[in-house]
């Protein structure tokens, strides 16, 4: 027969199990709204791919800079005119300038960075630099 | 705020508490942030969604429910794992109760840079009148 044992450092372990678990779930989704613009970000060996939500947004609008392992996005959403005569009923969507900014794993080479935007979504291609890749090593027999 | 507009407001609510019927496909539905202005020929609706092409925005009127619905683009890198997610793909969806004062037939709907702009003119009818008053010699 088996019999869970529920010894003080388990019982611990399963408690930090269940405080991870709840972090994940909350902190996982910034959630819209929390931090603007939510953000994607994707690797593989030869670079990363970073996109972000930022609805009706003039691309002139948007700054991208790379620094090293560091990428900034920052602009400014602007304000639909409102004249005298209109009421707002709601507001839900924000406006305002905003700014972000990621550390890669890796380095970039800034100088092939590209960046598009597309259906209120900016999508950054950022190849890692040639000196941050890893350099495969073979192992030689004696 | 007049009668009418108590009553859609009214009728939002009420749009809460009765959930919309699931969708099939297994998406997370997100309910898109939106500005809604009045002037005094049109109410103007203005909705965030994207990653959403023109091409995958519905907007139907049944009754006097007006639906709109967005698909997003399939949001993946190919090659690439994910190491951040800050949002996650899906479908916005949210449904306003029209008045009698819009006029349905001219509803008017574009989409750019992943926002939607609904223009929803209303009735003449129901476009306030000035009445001028003579004055009697």
């Known amino acids: 027969m088996f019999w869970p044992e529920f010894s003080e450092s388990n019982s611990l372990s399963e408690l930090r199990r269940i405080q991870n678990e709840v972090n994940r779930l909350f902190g996982e989704y910034e959630g ?12 593989n060996k030869d670079g990363a791919v970073l996109k972000a939500e ?6 002139a609008d948007i700054a991208v800079s790379v620094q090293d392992e560091q990428v900034d996005i920052s602009g400014e959403r602007k304000q639909d005119p409102v004249s005298d005569e209109m009421v707002c009923h709601r507001a839900e969507r924000g ?21 598009g935007y597309k259906n209120g ?18 192992v030689l027999a004696e | 705020m007049n009668v009418e507009d ?22 997370p539905v997100f309910v898109p942030a939106t500005d809604i202005c009045e002037s005094k020929d049109a109410i103007e609706v203005v909705c965030d969604m994207p ?32 190491v951040h997610r800050g949002y996650r793909e899906g479908m916005f969806r949210r449904a306003f109760t029209l008045t009698d004062e ?9 989409m750019a840079q992943g926002v939607l702009r609904l223009i929803l003119p209303k009735a003449e009818k129901s476009k306030p009148r000035k009445i001028a008053v003579e004055a009697e010699k």
Do not use: H
């Open chain 2, 51 to 82: 990653g959403v092409p023109e091409t995958q925005v519905d907007v139907s009127l049944e009754d006097n429910v007006l639906t709109i619905t967005g698909c997003q683009a399939a949001d993946e890198a190919e090659g690439y794992d994910l």
């Open chain 2, 6 to 27: 108590k009553k859609a407001v009214q009728a939002e609510r009420k749009e809460g508490v009765q959930r919309m019927a699931e969708m099939t496909r297994d998406l």
């Open chain 1, 121 to 138: 979504v900016l999508m950054v291609t950022l190849p890692r630099a040639e000196a941050a890749k890893p350099k495969q090593i073979k």
């Open chain 1, 54 to 59: 930022i609805p009706g947004v003039d691309p």
């Open chain 2, 102 to 110: 819009i006029d349905r037939g001219r509803i008017r709907a574009r």
């Open chain 1, 95 to 115: 406006f305002g300038k905003f700014a972000r900014s990621f550390t890669l794993p890796f380095a970039v080479e800034k100088d092939k960075v590209s960046a």
């Open chain 1, 32 to 43: 819209a709204g929390e931090s603007f613009p939510a953000v994607n970000i994707w690797t």
